[in-house]
Every structure is written in structure tokens, then in C-alpha cells.
């Protein structure tokens, strides 16, 4: 059985920094085509934040990070991470991990999420 666990999500003043680990159970990110980080916050609807491919060599993210959030992996320890710096009380969310298996054209396995919490 997949899973994906989020981990390392706080309450942070703004201006600090947090990094997000996400580690897979079941499976190995290699085995997906794309791992990537969305974001919840109260009221809105669920945003993509970062994706990096499966050689990670490419890596995009939504034009509010840029900058200042980084999508990395270990395949050694078989963790994502999203190391964030310069967080904004607008960071405030719910932080989920994904993967996208090769051929498919959604998401397939989610974690349950870690909540990060920036105060101004």
C-alpha cells in the first residue's frame, strides 16, 4: 500500500523559514513521472505550489514562490522535501505532496497533509 506522509510543518513568524519533508511508503519516488507540492488554505481551493520531474531535472513553481520556496529530493532516504524561506503570513495553508505516475494525466497518490501557519 502507497503512502505518502508529510512531515515538518509549524507555526513560523513571517519572514522565517520551514522545510517540509514528504517520504514515501510502498513505493519510490522514482516510480513516479512527477512529485510535486499543493497548498489548502481556509476557504480557497487547493493550488499547485512546486513539481519537479522524475530526473529532477526540471522543476517549476507557481509565480508566488519563486524565489523563495525549493522542491528537492533525496532518493536515498526516498523523501521530497520543500524547503520554504521568506514565509508569508499568505503561506498559510495546508501543504500536501503528490505524485503522478508515468502515463497518467492527474495526481495519483496524495499525503494527508502538514499544516504551516505563518504569523505576521
Known amino acids: 500500500q502507497v503512502q505518502l506522509v508529510e512531515s515538518g510543518g509549524g507555526l513560523v513568524q513571517a519572514g522565517g523559514s520551514l522545510t517540509l519533508s514528504c517520504t514515501a511508503s510502498?513505493?519510490?519516488?522514482?516510480?513516479?513521472?512527477?512529485v510535486a507540492w499543493f497548498r489548502q488554505a481556509p476557504g480557497k481551493e487547493r493550488e499547485f505550489v512546486a513539481s519537479?520531474?522524475?530526473?529532477?531535472?526540471?522543476?517549476t513553481y507557481t509565480d508566488s514562490v519563486k524565489g523563495r520556496f525549493t522542491i528537492s529530493r533525496d532518493n536515498a532516504k526516498n523523501t521530497v522535501y520543500l524547503q520554504m524561506n521568506s514565509l508569508k503570513p499568505e503561506d498559510t495553508a495546508v501543504y500536501y505532496c503528490?505524485?503522478?505516475?508515468?502515463?497518467?494525466?492527474?495526481?495519483?497518490?496524495w499525503g494527508r497533509g502538514a499544516q504551516v501557519t505563518v504569523s505576521s
Open positions: 510502498g513505493t519510490t519516488f522514482r516510480s513516479y513521472a512527477m
Open positions: 503528490a505524485g503522478r505516475k508515468l502515463r497518467s494525466n492527474q495526481y495519483d497518490d
Open positions: 519537479m520531474s522524475w530526473s529532477g531535472l526540471t522543476t
